[in-house]
T-cell receptor, first 114, second 113 residues
Framework: DTGVSQDPRHKITKRGQNVTFRCDPISEHNRLYWYRQTLGQGPEFLTYFQNEAQLEKSRLLSDRFSAERPKGSFSTLEIQRTEQGDSAMYLC????????????FGPGTRLTVT | DQQVKQNSPSLSVQEGRISILNCDYTNSMFDYFLWYKKYPAEGPTFLISISSIKDKNEDGRFTVFLNKSAKHLSLHIVPSQPGDSAVYFCADHGSSNTGKLIFGQGTTLQVKP
């Protein structure tokens, strides 16, 4: 078990550019989550997949954000036309089915928009 | 709205003493809570959880207490060790379907040798 991995670990981009992050969950986990964490705050839920189906998106998630999990394995999160306010740590987590199973987090991708 | 609040941004304790981290919540759907620990440059790692059928759950040096009437939970670490220095988040389940987590703001614990 290699845990949840995320790539890249760091991304610096200029405002207006598009960025894409990748998350590889633990292999037997069919649930996958994306969170965003800004300085001094806890992780904030963005979206959730069960297998390849995206079942929930945060109301706070801008239309510039899109996520996919095409084969129910890895997932990508794309941010179009980045803004400075998008600068944050983007965390991916996975879990087994069931409400109360704990989520396992990856190390995150730190995005800096200049 | 469902909310989780950790009102103490930081806590400093001496090695060997007890650390007590607090968390308050509102409008919990399931009264099932988790504590996560986060070191710099790493993702949060699960520490301990508690469900509404219990008021206490213990795992080694870590104990979580739940007071449903006060809508309050606390994490006790005893004895505290320098390696416990990290940011601690409490979290509530925010959905009946997805298991998404709602996190507090976190408390930075520093354990001094």
């Amino acid at each position: 078990d290699t845990g949840v991995s995320q790539d890249p670990r760091h991304k610096i981009t200029k405002r207006g550019q598009n960025v894409t992050f990748r998350c590889d969950p633990i292999s037997e986990h069919n649930r996958l989550y994306w969170y965003r964490q800004t300085l001094g705050q806890g992780p904030e839920f963005l979206t959730y997949f069960q297998n390849e189906a995206q079942l929930e998106k945060s109301r706070l998630l801008s239309d510039r954000f899109s996520a996919e999990r095409p084969k129910g394995s890895f997932s990508t999160l794309e941010i179009q036309r980045t803004e400075q306010g998008d600068s944050a740590m983007y965390l991916c987590a996975s879990s087994l089915p069931g409400l109360v199973n704990e989520q396992y987090f990856g190390p995150g991708t730190r995005l800096t928009v200049t | 709205d469902q909310q989780v609040k950790q009102n103490s941004p930081s806590l400093s304790v001496q090695e060997g003493r007890i650390s007590i981290l607090n968390c308050d919540y509102t409008n919990s759907m399931f009264d099932y809570f988790l504590w996560y620990k986060k070191y710099p440059a790493e993702g949060p790692t699960f520490l301990i959880s508690i469900s509404s059928i219990k008021d206490k759950n213990e795992d080694g040096r870590f104990t979580v207490f739940l007071n449903k009437s006060a809508k309050h939970l606390s994490l006790h670490i005893v004895p505290s060790q320098p390696g416990d220095s990290a940011v601690y988040f409490c979290a509530d389940h925010g959905s009946s379907n997805t298991g998404k987590l709602i996190f507090g703001q976190g408390t930075t614990l520093q354990v001094k040798p």
